[in-house]
């Protein structure tokens, strides 16, 4: 894969589950688009840590 900021290699037998996880951080990032938007103040959308956030799928 690669864009703009580089390039990565990406093993084919792990394709499915790094573009389910990608999709997942994308949904997460998509309500947290909805909050800002919503009104709610980006410090608290945010968090102390947002990649922390990121890996907290029951949020």
Known sequence: MADGSGVI???AARLED???T????FAREQLMAAD??????I????GANY????KNKDK
Not at 36 to 41: E, F, L, M, Q, Y
Not at 43 to 46: D, K, L, P, W
Not at 51 to 54: A, R
């Open 9 to 11: 290699f990406l093993s």
């Open 43 to 46: 410090t608290e959308v945010m």
């Open 36 to 41: 800002i938007d919503a009104g709610r103040p």
């Open 22 to 25: 990608a999709e997942d951080i």
């Open 51 to 54: 990649e922390d956030m990121l």
């Open 18 to 20: 790094i573009v389910g």
